[in-house]
């Protein structure tokens, strides 16, 4: 399925083989296979990724035990060249997709057309998110007139509120602003925000860039991706994520995201559209795994929302204050969020998140792989 900007594979945890179910070692292997993962060419050709960050993600999908919630999910980051997946986050693009992938699996009751509200637990986080979106002929509306940019085709819209039950802490260590020392490079201020998904907001200014970059202009800097790697596996410790920048490196290769923010200009996207700094608030650029997304990660529109709302963040700064909805700029186009934020004696905290996308089936069937890969592993025939 497609969701939001993002394509991954979904599955039933019914339908996982028995071997695989209940081991989380054994459950890698078989979604790398799947996958087409690790591939030292970098192109999945053996497997269903899409060789991208974007297109290389699994979604596992369950009835929920919670008596509050209908469905539950799992997430994974598949990394394309080496043999891991990342299971430390969510992605807000494919939550898109997980309610509408439930009713037309089965794992939904059938229900009247019209709205259709699905509260879903995401399990990687922790967290209750709600899906709004049309039924009609009993599935979920896929056709409409919704514009997502990172899309090129419209579709119906969906609603997604992430939802904290206690408010949720939105900044881990504490602080607004942390100072990160970066060997060599000297010391950068940064924003280290836990909503959504761990993210790291930091200006562009001091890393080089303007903002208005895309990927042809972030590729000619060789040594752009070591500095960011450095600065988020720094962050991630500073997070408590792992207790070092070398394990961050090494267990959370999607974990925190770094995303960099700038002032509002003007600026062309990746498929030639100008866009005016009056229609945008600030301009953000976010990193995942090693690369410039094509447009902006769900998550990190999340922690952007809730940054945006809190005065002295990195981002309220370029934005000139604080914005419970804030209008961005990113390599593909716009996107608006809002957040509901609050401050109590234990520091800032999101009751609610807000964001629109859109989703759709792609394909639905059959995926095969090798089962000597289980066989190997487990000693037994597997099927």
């Known amino acids: 399925m497609r969701g939001g900007t993002s394509k991954g594979l979904f599955l039933k945890r019914r339908d996982l083989p028995l071997e695989v179910a209940h081991e989380p070692r054994l459950l890698d292997r078989f979604l790398l296979r799947l996958m087409g993962s690790p591939d ?16 290389s993600k699994v979604v596992i999908v369950s009835p929920s035990d919670r008596p509050d919630c209908e469905i539950s999910y799992r997430f994974g980051a598949v990394s394309i060249s080496e043999g891991s997946i990342d299971w430390s986050a969510n992605c807000g693009n494919l939550t898109s997709a997980v309610a509408p992938f439930a009713l037309f699996s089965g794992l939904l009751s059938p229900c009247a057309d019209g709205p259709r509200s699905v509260r879903m637990w995401q399990e990687n986080v922790g967290q209750i998110i709600t899906a709004r979106f049309s039924v009609e002929d009993g599935l979920p509306a896929e056709t ?12 119906a819209e969906i609603t997604l509120e992430f939802l904290e039950d206690d408010g949720g802490i939105a900044f881990p260590t504490g602080q607004v602003i942390d100072i990160l020392t970066v060997p060599g490079h000297g010391e950068f201020e940064v924003t280290l925000v836990r909503s959504g998904s761990p993210t790291v907001f930091i200006d562009a200014q001091p890393l080089g860039l303007t903002g208005c970059e895309l990927h042809e202009e972030f590729a000619r800097r ?98 000139g204050g604080q914005q419970n909805a804030v209008r961005f700029g990113h390599p593909s186009g716009t996107t608006q969020v809002g957040a509901d934020v ?21 394909m639905a069937g059959e995926v095969f792989f090798p089962a000597s890969v289980l066989e190997h592993e487990t000693g037994k025939e597997c099927v």
């Open 40 to 55: 030292p060419y970098r192109k999945q050709i053996d497997g269903l990724g899409g060789a991208t960050p974007s297109t």
């Open 222 to 319: 060789s040594d752009l991706p070591s500095l960011v790697e450095t600065i988020r596996c720094e962050a991630g410790a500073r997070m408590g994520l792992a207790p070092n920048a070398h394990d961050i490196g090494t267990t959370f290769p999607n974990t925190p995201r770094v995303a960099i923010v700038s002032p509002p200009q003007a600026y062309a996207t990746s498929a030639g559209n100008r866009v005016p700094a009056s229609d945008i608030d600030l301009l953000v650029r976010i990193m995942s795994l090693g690369k410039l997304h094509h447009a902006m990660t769900g998550t990190g529109a999340v922690a952007l929302a809730v940054a945006s709302a809190v005065p002295g963040t990195v981002v309220s700064r370029v934005t």
């Open 342 to 362: 609050f401050i109590d004696e234990s520091g800032w905290k999101a009751r609610s998140i807000v964001m629109s996308r859109s989703a759709r089936r792609l």
């Open 144 to 155: 409409g007139t919704f514009i997502l940019d990172g899309v090129p085709f419209p579709a």
